[in-house]
């Protein structure tokens, strides 16, 4: 390799990584899917608060999940007519607060939220939790110690110790000590969390909700999470399954009570919910739009200036096409990037009705041009006309199109005029110099360009990227970079130079 | 229908890309481009430095001067007209005669005044300059076509190209005009390309459309009987072109008056494909013995010649 062309080599390596990277990493943080029309489960959960009031000042306050792990929450709000409603946050403890001055009577209040499951990894925690401080009366305190000591010798671990409790606190096989335990005055999670306590191992209670769809009236469900090598395990202190399920949304993990009710009584909390999908674009907008990627995106600017990036993000890849069929395959069009103009008219006419009307439009300019050489005009006020002849062209067509019943006459105004024009008033000049076959291979060559630059373009995966990670542009840049260095033979001298087969070798 | 790369490579023929890219693209300066680009600006500098070009009879600059040509054509039989930015020969009108108010093309057409006069103004708007900008007309002197060529050529003037490169000719074509490409000298509209040796002057390959030829197609004369006269000259004239212009890649396009011998017709900026062709084998291994050449050594147009003629013979 040419030892002064690294710079160069250098320069397309940086571009493609950037845009690459760039791609990627706009992907992972703000999950703009790759493909088009990629669908996400949410999860709609709604919290419902039923209790009486006394009659005078209501505080309602209930605990909201902080880092569900394996959940993201995207959106909640509360909905309870006459309430004031707060989400408040106390050292990473989030509460939602209603509030009323004067309330009689059944109360309803609502507390909706959506979340998105995403990859749960264990949360890291630096600090080891304290030990909970355990009380028995004396009868328990034996029986405890007892059962401790059986599954401590069974096991070797946190983890293991946890299970081994749990298999001697199964009622089915429970021998006396267990049996002592199990009253009615602990639930097992209550009973696992002291013995394992007692047993040095950091434990608490946590509260989950079992997502499934389409579920009313449901309660949170008691588990239990043990501290062991550094994050919290969850266990099921029924069944003894450890790990997070699932579909199990932790609602509240080891913190003060799930629903407290100031000014009235029976309260009763209870959720249901509800799975849906929605387009993984519109998830990913509603979610991070803060984040640098979604500012630095096209989404967050109004919808019109939206559209007009939506075309401008796609010409890179037209002006790609240009470059390869120009270079590699060396085929003459008339005008360098007027195929892109064209190509771009094509994706809103559509491919049939444009191709149909461009050579309509350009067809008839011809022969009012071929009138205009007669009157023997200055070359800029014979262009001038020419538009003005356009204009009048494409007004007739798109009437005489809508009047026939084909809304692609309309669309016909997408085309460039001005651009039509020159097109046609160098045709004209080729068909004068060059003869008619110049004009159909130039005329020809244009229109495959700009067919094949729309086909690409209207491919949905090529425009979803090009919009979404329009730093994927870059990679073209590189391409075109790099077609601009090739110094080999076109395709279309091979066919150039076909006669030189006939040569004997050069000396 | 088509041809290896490989094999294209092997003969040394230079692509498109590559005489963009490696050749124009590294030894032209785009500021010099305008003296090829425009003819008058060609000529002016061609007698500056005693070069021999066609002489010029007037220019027309705006459209109002197109008024008075009847006169400034009063005592011209035969002339030129021809655009100055044009390129590839568009746009050249060549009156070889007149027959009371009527003028003849060379192409045996008929036209008159008027004709002329809107062909000067649809020249002058830029109708055939690159990019449409405003042109200039220029009228010059007919060239009388040497003897050496009757019955090689058919209603034209036949012209020799040669491309220098550093000033070293490093391929030569003469280009001769048939009933097909409407007399003119353009491969591609179907003149007949003739390759030439750089020692002679000899006709070493003869093309038409591509196409290996044996005779000339309307005259029917053998082309391999051909031999440029004062070679020696042609190649000296063509390479002080590059002392003239200092492009280091340039096509020279030459003609051979009857009367004032070899004279500048125009200079090219992007010259080099078709002559590979005509001449049967390709350009590229003598452009890169050129660019390795102590070129320090041949200051001198002769010098020049001298080196080109020695080693870039083809003949015995």
Known sequence: MNRGKIPFYLLITVLIGTGLTTAWLRHTTTEVPLIPGEQKPVWLIEGRVDFYADGGAVTVNLDLPDQAPGFRLIREQAASPGYGFAVLEDQNNRRAEWTKREAVGLQTLYYNAQYIPVDSRPIEVDIEPELQTVFWSEPQSTAARELLRGAKARSSNPASTARELIKLLNPSTADQNAELLLTKEFSRAELLVKLLNQADVPARKVMALKLEDARRRQVLQPMVELFDDGHWLLIDSMTGEQGLPQNLLLWSRGEAAQLDVLGGQNSRLTFSMIRQTVPALALSQVQFTDNLFSMLGVYSLPIEEQSMFKMLFLLPLGAMVVVFMRVMIGLKTAGTFMPILISLAFLQTSLIPGLVSFILIVGLGLLLRSYLSYLNLLLVARIAT?????????????????????????????????????????????????????????????????????????????????????????????????????????????????????????? | MLISPLRLSKLGMLGMNCRNRDFIGRYNRRDLYPLVDNKLLTKFLAQEHNVATPQLQFVVREQHEIVKIEQQLANMNGFAIKPAKGSGGKGIWVITHREGDHFIKSSGAEITLDDIRRHMSNTLAGLYSLGGVNDEVIVEDLIEIDDCFEGYSFEGVPDIRIVVFHGFPVMAMLRLATHASDGKANLHQGAVGVGLDLATGRCLNAVQHGMPIEEHPDTKRPLKDIKVPDWHGMLTLASRCYDMTELGYIGVDLVLDANRGPELLELNARPGLAIQVANGFGLLPRLRQIEKLNRKHYTQADERVEYVMQHFSRLD
């Open chain 1, 386 to 507: 020419l538009i003005v002849l356009v204009i009048f062209l494409i007004s007739i067509l798109s009437l005489v199109g809508y009047q026939l019943g084909f809304n692609a006459g309309i669309t016909i105004t997408f085309f460039p005029m001005i651009i039509i024009a020159w097109t046609i008033e160098r045709m004209s000049i080729l068909w004068e110099e060059e003869g008619p076959h110049e004009v159909l291979i130039q005329g020809g060559g244009s229109l495959l360009v700009a067919v094949i630059a729309y086909l690409l373009m209207n491919v949905q995966l090529i425009s979803h990227l090009s919009f979404n990670f329009p730093e994927l542009n870059l990679v073209i840049l590189a391409l075109i970079l790099m077609m601009g260095q090739y110094t080999g033979y076109k395709l279309s001298e091979l066919h150039r130079f076909r006669s030189m087969s006939h040569v004997t070798d050069a000396d």
